[in-house]
């Protein structure tokens, strides 16, 4: 159980407060309701580009980690298609440290050529790295316009091109800051051993007197409902041939996305899954085989990957494949095998909140769902599963037109 306090300032920045009496350390954690899904189809990747530019100085403190480091603490950020969070951890004694870096940048970045040009390079480089230059590094840059035709999701949060980084320019960004970095649409969680009217009194101090901006209005084009198979095959200079299905689930408040949770924990989450078991250990089709869930906010997938040993054939693969898909079809997971998968989601669950910080994250992740009290009543939505239920989600999502496939070849360019 993971107790907090819930108060909101008058400039709409809704804040959370989870007290800890165990550790010297302090958390400041401030996610913003914004990820790549709000971007332009025309200007993608300025989500990924801010996480790196609100690094880059503000107004008044034109270094943003070297106060903190000075502080005894540490920062980090991530992005996704769906939100971006960034979050301090730091002795408690200094968390005004933490306070005062957060809201000077959410007051003002300092939007300067050079600030822009050195995090476009940074962005640049690391697109080439991570999707251009690496092994498989470019799946995702496939598979997600194969599997998506209209909603936003069809592009990686590092952006569709490098091109819409390179030509991003001051207005883009100062845009894009002004819509989506207001008080109004973020959340605000402290953990640490404090009072709640010191924290109270702390926000106020700190953040109760910047502009709280027009949380911004979200309209999105619903994603149609897939109604034939997609398949793709590329190219390219890998070790193993790889295959990625993807399969359109629930979004994330929906129940079905539970069910889906569970089945890919039933297939491929570890030795014991399914598809292991019968594709790997069995079979010897694969050398590595594994299925997840993308955990997005709206409709996500269901993901099948891994890559085949050498000689075997794609079609020998799918045809195993969809053999195993067709028995969770058919026969319902009894509860022995139901109740193993609830110790280990619950364990693994146990283990996540042992840490300040991953509370401190939780907690701002269930509040922008709609309620921060959903970490803590989560596992019951879990435990009531039934294998009934487990049954007909996978008739519904295990069907060849709602499957997305992308085949990597492994062939050897020339030199």
């Not at 089945?263 to 069995?282: M, N, P, Q, V």
Request: glycine share 6%; net charge neutral.
């Amino acid at each position: 159980m993971i107790k907090f306090d819930r108060f909101k300032l008058t400039n709409g920045l809704t804040v959370l407060f989870h007290k800890d009496a165990t550790t010297p350390l302090a958390v400041v954690n401030t996610l913003y309701d914004v990820g790549a899904r709000d971007e332009s189809e025309e200007k993608t990747g300025f989500a990924h580009l801010f996480e790196h530019l609100m690094f880059g100085g503000s107004i008044n403190i034109p270094d943003f980690d070297a106060p903190l480091q000075m502080a005894g603490g540490e920062s980090n950020a991530f992005t996704s298609n769906d939100i971006t969070n960034y979050y301090d951890v730091l002795p408690a004694k200094n968390i005004e440290t933490a306070l005062w870096l957060e809201s000077d940048r959410m007051l003002s970045l300092a939007f300067t050529d050079k600030s822009l040009e050195v995090q476009r390079n940074v962005v640049i480089e690391e697109f080439k790295q991570r999707y251009l230059n690496q092994p498989y590094g470019d799946v995702w840059l496939k598979l997600r316009p194969l599997a998506y035709k209209a909603h936003p999701y069809k592009w990686a949060t590092i952006g569709k091109e490098i091109k819409h980084i390179e030509d991003a320019t001051m207005t883009d960004v100062r845009g894009f800051f002004k819509k989506h970095y207001v008080p109004s649409n973020a959340i605000l969680c402290i953990a640490g051993n404090f009072e709640l009217k010191t924290i109270q009194s702390l926000v106020e101090k700190w953040f109760g007197d910047i502009p709280g901006g027009i949380k911004p209005a979200r309209v999105l084009p619903n994603e149609p409902k897939q109604l034939k198979y997609r398949e793709e095959t590329i190219e390219r200079n890998v070790p193993a041939d790889a295959f990625y299905y993807a399969f359109k689930m629930a979004e994330r408040r929906d129940e079905g996305y539970y069910f889906a949770d569970v089945l890919s924990d039933a297939l491929g989450r570890d030795k014991s899954s399914r598809l292991y078991i019968a594709l790997k250990k069995e079979g010897k089709l694969v050398s590595e085989i594994n299925a997840y869930i993308t955990g997005s906010l709206d409709n996500g997938l269901l993901m099948i990957s891994g890559k085949l040993n050498e000689g075997v054939a794609f079609g020998e693969l799918d045809k195993a494949l969809w053999v195993e898909l067709e028995k969770l079809k058919k026969s319902a997971i009894d509860h022995l095998e139901l109740n193993r998968l609830m110790i280990k989601i619950r364990t693994e669950r146990e283990f996540q909140e042992q840490g300040l910080l991953n509370r401190a994250m939780n907690l701002s992740f269930f509040e922008l769902l709609g309620d921060a009290n959903g970490v803590n009543v989560e596992h019951e939505i879990y435990q009531s599963i039934q294998p009934e239920q487990l049954k007909k989600a996978a008739v519904y999502l295990f069907k060849k037109q709602n499957c997305s496939l992308l085949k990597v070849k492994s062939v050897k360019y020339a030199e």
